[in-house]
């Protein structure tokens, strides 16, 4: 059998900090329409889709931070895309700053959705892994303040069913940007039989606390989300803002990853792109069947004991006696 889903990385090229939503959503509906004539069911677009990517600056004043939040979903500005996707009939992953008043507080999250074919959300998902700081760093050449912006997501990861049309249905999962390089994103996702899973992000190619990774940018973007996919026998969509947005240069890299591993789709520019994938998901079976049969091989039972340290070799009775320094 095959369930073969054409997907769609619609990357994003640089967003300035005066372009409206509106002029944003005019070139993601142009890379629907693309889409659609390129028979994609579904598109992913990246993290924080709708505007520059606005942790790269400090801001003292809540209303100014508040100006890069979305209050409704669909809102005003992003109910277009919605109908563009039931006329179509093609899906979307969205990735968006969410303003909610949720538990009797105002709260703020880095949110991706998934939409279906009708224009309805069917799944949402909260950034986890929020990387940067917290307090305004001057030393840097820009700032990283998703710890001071976002709170932590609080939806888990959670994977979820998606029906695309005949022979089309699938476990997907979501993630955000960071979540990427965490093994255990994937892993949660794997443990429910994920089979496809959409990734948003913006990746400065300058890591100020760790200049000497900055040449290892598109490499690290590629070894995680192949790692991701192999490892857990999935597909892995992870899409850029790329380019040089507000005077950051951004990776671009865009790629749709087989459960083998292998990249299968690739963005080639720093600007808006399309790459395109048939992915058969039933390809997956033939790594969650075998190398990776969790069910089979997994050994929970012993990570848990090395963890807690119950049965592990204690150090000081190890062979070098090593201890830690
Ligand atoms: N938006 C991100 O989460 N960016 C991080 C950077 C800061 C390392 C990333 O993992 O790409």
Redesign the pocket.
């Known amino acids: 059998m095959t369930r073969i889903v054409t997907v769609g990385a619609a990357q994003l090229g640089p967003i300035a900090l005066s372009d409206t939503r509106a002029q944003v959503v005019d070139r993601m509906i142009d890379l629907m329409q693309q889409a659609k004539g390129c028979g994609c069911d579904v598109v992913v677009f990246p993290?924080?889709a709708l505007t520059t990517?606005f942790?790269r600056w400090y801001f003292d004043k809540q209303d100014e931070l508040d100006a890069f939040f979305e209050r409704a979903m669909p809102g005003p500005d992003t109910q277009r895309l919605f109908d563009t996707a039931k006329a179509l009939q093609i899906g979307f992953y969205l990735g968006y700053a969410e303003l909610v008043h949720e538990g009797g507080q105002l709260r703020r999250f880095n949110t991706a959705i998934t939409v279906d074919k009708a224009g309805t959300i069917i799944s949402k998902y909260r950034?986890i892994?929020?990387?940067?700081h917290k307090e305004h760093e001057p030393w840097r050449r820009f700032q990283?303040l998703?710890k001071r912006y976002f709170e932590t997501g609080n939806l888990g990861f959670t994977a979820f069913q998606a029906d695309w049309g005949k022979d089309k249905q699938g476990v997907f999962g979501m993630a955000?940007?960071?979540d990427?390089?965490w093994p255990e994103t994937y892993r949660i996702l794997g443990l429910q039989a994920v089979e496809m899973i959409f990734i948003g992000?913006?990746?400065?190619v300058h890591?100020p606390p760790a200049p000497e990774h900055d040449a290892l940018s598109n490499f690290h973007?590629e070894l995680v989300m192949q790692a991701g996919a192999y490892q857990n026998g999935t597909w892995v969509v992870g899409v850029a803002k790329a380019g040089t947005e507000e005077g950051v240069e951004q990776i671009g890299n865009s790629i749709i990853v087989a459960p083998s591993g292998e990249i299968v789709g690739a963005c080639t520019t720093l600007g808006d792109e399309l790459a395109i994938a048939r992915c058969d998901l039933d390809l997956c079976n033939s790594y969650k069947n075998t190398t990776f049969n969790f069910a089979r091989h997994r050994e929970p039972e012993q990570y848990r004991m090395i963890v807690e340290r119950k049965g592990a070799v204690p150090p000081e009775a190890s062979p070098s006696g090593s201890k830690q320094t």
Not at 129 to 132: A, D, Q, S, T, Y
Not at 201 to 204: D, E, F, G, R
């Open positions: 993290e924080l990517f942790p950034k892994h929020l990387p940067g990283h998703e955000v940007c960071n990427r390089r992000y913006n990746t400065p890591n973007n």
